[in-house]
């Protein structure tokens, strides 16, 4: 059985990757077979356009004295299918199918004629949404049998970046199907994603302990001899449990500043705390932390039950909400 790979081609006008991220990608492998590597596609066949599919992996799994890296394949309906894949020191990739272990991929000056996908050549620079890359291959990878053809590009460090799949026949043939990668999470902390404008928001836990007192309290010592003869301490013993949420936008046209309300709202939906702050799209200044008082007074934490946190721009056109469970 062959692999499929279906990424059709990607086209952008974006700048160059920074030095430092290509440095990143040279140490890579044309198909990157780390725990936790994650790509996002966005899928077209004969019958529908613009499904989404993951591509994950998940985990390495022994077999007969090798190491496989499991690569699962989820659509909207679950998961599909996994592969089983690994690679040697010299750069070979190898799946395992139901008739043993097959050549892949054999990226090396002197490729096997047996791999699945055909080295037809070498890309110096590839343009992509999320910049431009160099050190690519693109390949062939024929179906005997089913006159099934694929085409496509992989890239050094990330992996999958564009292919598509004809039919070779008479008036049925041509296109049948193809995958757009949208997003790219691998190995080391690097990701691509397409620039989709988003407000992001973060609390620092999901549920919140505060009959135990294990929230953190943000009530204000006495810090000098005289501090209670002058407003601004607390009581020796008071708790005033607090939590910090996080709230960011992403991919907003740089120079564009957004009014953005957050708000923290009890299980009935009252507002017990409301905040306007004003954040910049620019790098660095598009990032907000704020202390949410979590409490009605002091030594009087609210009650228990499923809270919510809300993140909203003033003209509407973001929000983003977290359920938050207070003990």
Not at 4 to 17: D, E, G, I
Not at 120 to 137: A, H, M, R, Y
Not at 207 to 234: E, H, I, M, Q, R
Not at 262 to 278: E, K
Request: negative net charge.
């Amino acid at each position: 059985m062959r692999a499929l790979l279906l990424l059709p081609l990607l086209a952008s006008s974006l700048a160059a990757q920074s030095q430092a991220v290509l440095a990143a990608l040279a140490t890579g492998t044309y198909f990157p077979l780390d725990v936790g590597d994650r790509w996002v596609f966005r899928t077209d066949n004969r019958f529908v356009t613009g499904a989404y599919e993951v591509w994950r992996v998940d985990r390495t799994q022994d077999y007969g004295g090798q190491t496989y890296s499991v690569i699962a394949i989820e659509g909207a309906s679950g998961v599909s299918g996994e592969s089983w894949f690994r690679a040697d020191s010299s750069g070979r990739v190898y799946v395992l199918t139901g008739n043993g272990e097959q050549v892949f991929l054999d990226p090396t000056a002197r490729p096997d004629p047996t791999a699945q996908l055909r080295v037809t050549g070498q890309v110096k620079t590839i343009t992509s949404p999320f910049g431009t890359f160099v050190d690519g291959l693109n390949y062939s990878n024929e179906f005997p049998g089913n006159l099934l053809l694929e085409n496509g590009t992989l890239v050094r460090g990330i992996g999958l970046v564009t292919s598509a799949q004809i039919l070779q026949t008479g008036s049925s043939g041509g296109f049948t199907s193809g995958r757009n990668l949208i997003e790219a999470s691998l190995a080391g902390g690097i990701h691509f994603a397409m620039g989709t404008p988003s407000i992001q928001l973060g609390m620092e836990s999901l549920t919140l302990n505060l009959s135990a007192k294990f929230a953190p309290n943000c009530a204000v010592p006495c810090y000098f001899v005289a501090c209670y003869l002058a407003p601004g301490a607390d009581l020796p013993g008071t708790y005033k449990p607090c939590a910090r949420a996080r709230v960011s936008l992403a991919n907003w046209p740089i120079g564009s500043s957004r009014m953005v309300e957050l708000q923290f709202l009890a299980p009935d939906g009252t507002v017990l705390f409301d905040s306007r702050i004003v954040l910049d799209a620019d790098p660095g200044k598009a990032v907000n932390d704020l202390q949410v008082p979590l409490y009605s007074a002091s030594n009087q934490p609210f009650a228990p039950g499923t809270y919510k946190l809300v993140a909203a721009t003033a003209d509407g056109s973001a929000q983003s909400s977290l359920a938050i469970q207070l003990q």
